[in-house]
């Protein structure tokens, strides 16, 4: 099935319409706050969810990998790794709500954590010979928050 027959079947809620195209439809979330609008169209098949296909790779790209870390990738318990799981599946949570919504405080919370991901690599690294649940640098997770 070719675009043009697409659209015309009706299957897209936005006609298929690029988001820098210019339309008299409005959306859920509109007017959106987020300083960032991604390459796919806005409203493309809800009028709740303004990007859908974002919204389910960021549940199962990056918070799935989140949990399975979680549960399969952390056999010996250190709190190290089983932070650093948790904090993937928050960045998969708050893309997910950023990509559903285009709002400022779900870009936030899909940024934000991206720093704390790479905050908790370098803790991770920094104690890696260490024992386990032994921190050899005592203070430096509160001095690298």
């Known amino acids: 099935m070719s675009i043009s027959e697409t659209l015309k079947t009706g299957y897209f809620i936005n006609g298929g319409l690029a988001s820098s ?3 008299k439809y409005s ?3 509109e007017p959106h ?3 960032v609008d991604f390459c796919e169209s806005n409203y493309l098949l809800s009028h709740h969810i303004v990007e859908p296909h974002n919204v389910w790779s960021s549940l199962l790209g990056i918070s799935l990998f989140g949990i399975v870390g979680i549960v399969y990738g952390n056999p010996i318990r ?3 790794t089983f932070l650093i799981y948790f904090i993937l599946l928050v960045i998969g949570l708050g893309s997910a709500c950023l ?3 285009l ?3 779900f870009q936030s919370f899909d940024e934000l954590p991206m720093i704390y991901l790479v905050i908790g ?3 991770a690294i920094l104690e890696m010979d260490s024992p386990t649940n032994s921190p050899r640098y005592l203070n430096l997770a509160k001095y690298l928050i």
Do not use: K, N, P, Q
């Open 21 to 23: 195209t210019a339309s």
């Open 33 to 35: 706050t987020s300083s």
């Open 103 to 105: 709002h400022w405080f």
């Open 27 to 29: 959306g859920f979330w």
């Open 121 to 123: 690599c370098l803790y």
């Open 78 to 80: 250190e709190w190290r």
């Open 99 to 101: 990509h559903a919504s």
